[in-house]
């Protein structure tokens, strides 16, 4: 099957050239050097995004669904080149309601979709061993299993098209509001005069502990914020959580606490730092800072 | 050193046993079959709980702050027997602001406290391998790691009196949240169509996953609600919480909206399920069922 590949950044580009190890890939790329680092894995490169018209799937990997629209329906966009019968496979994070709207836009034209929203950092998308969470057809979704197998350990057929993003919503979901949590509780415990670093090892070898305090905890500890996504760009996630809750009436008020602090945070200028920055709208409010005492990092 | 103990239940139980290994202990019960396992133990028992008064360190592990405050200083208390200079150290999980009354009550009478709560469950206090966090004089806290090392591997020195239950009671609200962030969304990811059981694995391995959704999503598919700590007992963090947010004027959004919904499981009955019964309130309100195909439990 021939693939193309639109969206080669620090996702794409390693599952492109995981996929080019088992069948022919032909990716859109304007940068020099992802373009060296795609050839050098086998795949094809071109400047020209109409070029890839001729594949059998189409993959993107794009950082949000108005860009995505954009390739696929803008100036010289894919649709009016792609053939019918095309499937286009979107593991990009997108707005459940965009990718309703995607789906039927391209299915006017007899083209295909599934949404494949990835999970997993670089260093996954890298060694091929990512999560795929699936939306579509199942038989069209069965048939793309040996492209995701380059690219993913893990791939979870969810139910009809929206049912990946939907499903990675849920998991990005409870994560920002187990982040939010840590936001407000543990300048609140700085307040009361406990030591932030006792604090920390408390939660994290207790009931209290997430993904979320392992990953933001040493990193809070030591005024360090850029370890993970920024928030800037994880907060359509929220928008699409609220409008799930608002549109379905379905009450989200640990969701709606939630969102009201990360907004706090993207307010108050934190937005390019990840979501343990939003621990800054707590620190700030009640004067005190969550940071171990020999902490190196960014204490303003 | 000769110790007393007050409160073998579940936790206690074990603890008094795991002390009387290296040092005397005589403890208050008038249960049977405990008085055989603490005789069994080296523990020396007793029916009248003033008899323990002329210990030099007096452990209390009870269930609440109310009956803590029976023990000391209701009719036939302790308080009124103990001899000044005793160390009172009390092991349970109590209100800060209870805290902090029985020690100043306890200081009027020449009798020195140390607050201790434990976290692990029983295995852990069996094994001798509970944490202890500890508030009181830092002297004091020491004198008393010989006893304390005989019932938990990690003993933290946290500060002044009510520095220990705060602690623990950062855990206990960080991991209410995350249970009632588990008690919306999961549901809504049912009402939107999502399978539960493939919702709990992609939850369980990615970054939303935390103790609670390792604890109580495997349970709540199979309708268990029964291997946690009643919600109806664990009520007293959420008033500790509340209280210190409005003391202070601490803003706890995220927290306020968490205790809304542990409030309306137990206003629907739920109190005696533990933590994963929350869910049972967005169950209702959108008439779904986070529920394993094949559950065998409660799907009332």
Tied chains: 1, 2.
């Excluded at 080669?8 to 080019?20: E, I, K």
């Excluded at 699936?134 to 791939?155: D, K, T, Y």
């Excluded at 990675?168 to 936001?183: E, G, H, P, T």
């Excluded at 996504?229 to 994880?234: G, I, L, V």
């Amino acid at each position: 099957m021939k693939a193309g590949f639109v969206g080669v950044g620090q996702m794409g580009g390693p599952m492109a050239a995981n996929l080019a190890s088992n069948f022919g890939v032909t990716a859109h790329c304007r940068d020099e050097a992802t373009r060296q680092y795609l050839e050098a894995s086998g795949v094809i490169t071109t400047a020209n995004m109409q070029d890839i018209a001729d594949s059998e799937v189409i993959f993107l990997c794009l950082p949000s669904g108005s860009i995505v629209d954009q390739v696929l329906f803008g100036p010289n966009g894919l649709a009016e080149v792609l053939r019918p019968g095309t499937i286009v496979v979107d593991t990009s994070t997108v707005e459940y309601s965009t990718t309703i709207s995607l789906s039927e836009k391209l299915a006017s034209l007899g083209l295909k979709f599934v949404d494949a929203p990835v999970s997993g950092m670089r260093a996954r998308a890298e060694n091929g061993t990512l999560t795929v969470m699936c939306g579509g057809e199942q038989e069209l979704v069965e048939c793309l299993q040996p492209l995701f197998s380059s690219m993913a350990s893990n791939i979870i057929y969810m139910g009809p098209v929206g049912s990946g993003q939907l499903t990675k919503l849920i998991n990005q979901l409870l994560f920002d509001i187990n982040a939010a949590a840590l936001a407000e509780i543990l300048p609140l415990a700085v307040k009361l005069g406990l030591d932030p670093t006792k604090v920390g090892d408390v939660v994290n070898s207790g009931t209290g502990r997430s993904y979320a305090s392992e990953f933001f905890i040493p990193n809070v500890l030591n005024g360090v914020f850029d370890k993970g996504y920024p928030m800037e760009h994880a907060y359509k996630d929220l928008i699409s959580g609220a409008e799930i809750s608002v549109q379905n009436q379905i009450p989200t008020p640990v969701l709606a606490a939630a969102t009201a602090t990360y907004q706090a945070a993207l307010l108050n200028g934190h937005g390019a730092k990840d979501k343990g920055g939003m621990i800054r709208v707590f620190e700030d409010l009640l004067d005190v800072r969550f940071r171990a005492r020999n902490a190196e990092g960014d204490s303003k």
